[in-house]
């Protein structure tokens, strides 16, 4: 059956859930099917759907109960064939739960976070009703149970990872996630740019700076690991509201010589592709899918246990340390620091566009059954 697929994210930014979007957009309509990008008229999502050739529709989302938004959006959708709505995120969920009442098609709430929901009208008036849940990790699916959300009703769907120059193509990227052709040359860009020694031990962590992402557990740990590996760098890279107490924190740690903070980047992967060790901090985590880039890139992971992210890692080579213990997580770093040569390749063909997308589209069959 062909559908067609009203993707809806309200967000201002462009982060993990709007790459994962336009990823499955793009995996959609190149089998066929077709796939609309809803979104703000004027974000980040809106320019990168267009610069893909997607199709794009822009509504005001004047807050998830928006009425003007939902009814809008419930005529444009019924003008489709085989319409489904698939809120990517929590407020999206809200409209497509709205849009749906006022005579809207079957829809699809998917949720990438694993915080409980935030109260039982929540959990009622939008996971509830949805016509399924998309969960990205089993650790999601038991929160939602616990928040009375059906779980006969939620579909465990990874986030997905571009693999091969097909997928690679569709989602826009220039070649396939992987290591760097020219490693050194690479280092030495990044080193001129930070002021960072190439010949380093350089850690990583990509992550939007708020407090589920827990980089403060990273710094807490750079002592340790500076202790006993003096060569050791730490870059930290992203933005968000906790950007400058990160700051003052390695300042207060005595470590700001030893870390950098270069902002968030439009590119992330050749920030990955130079390190020797990625490292995911987190005490919340749906499933982290920045694992997946790192894996791919072949970067020996450190991580927390964190929500979904043994699920992720499960059968990779990754050291994985209870959540909020620094100590922990610098002898992980150290370990890692020590293992001579690059992690090896893991399997990550469940994560493929083509597999993720095939198990979204059993989902849609379900909505409209």
Known sequence: MRYTAFHLDSERGLRGGERQLLY????????????????????????????????????????????????????????????????????????????????????????????????????????????????????????????????????????ALPLGPAEAKLAGLDVPWGPAPDRDALRRRLGAQTELDPGALWVGNLAAMVGHKDQANLLRAMPAVLASEPRARFLVVGDGPLRADLEALARE???????????????????????????????????????LEAMACRVPVVATTAGGIPEVTKGTPARLVPPRDPAALAAALLAALREPGGASAPDLTRFSLEATGNAVLAAYAKARA
């Open 253 to 291: 740690l005595g470590v700001a010589q030893a870390v950098r903070f270069p902002g968030r980047q439009d590119d992330p992967r050749p920030w990955l592709q130079s390190l020797d060790v990625y490292c995911q901090p987190s005490w919340g985590e749906g499933m982290g899918s920045v694992l």
């Open 24 to 159: 499955l957009a793009a995996w959609l309509r190149a089998q066929g099917h077709g796939s609309v990008v809803v979104c703000r008229a004027g974000a980040p999502l809106e320019g990168e759907a267009r610069r893909l050739g997607l199709d794009v529709r822009t509504l005001p989302f004047c807050g998830e109960l928006d009425p003007v938004t939902a009814w809008r959006l419930a005529r444009e959708a019924g003008r489709a064939e085989n319409p489904v709505l698939h809120a990517h995120t929590a407020h999206a969920a809200g409209t497509a739960a709205l849009a749906a009442r006022l005579g809207g098609p079957p829809w699809v709430a998917h949720r990438r976070v694993d915080f409980r929901l935030a109260n039982p009208v929540s959990a009622r008036l939008k996971y509830g009703a949805a016509s399924r849940v998309v969960a990205v990790s089993e650790f999601i699916k038991g929160v939602l149970a616990k928040d009375g959300v059906d779980p006969s009703r939620v579909d465990v769907v990874p986030d």
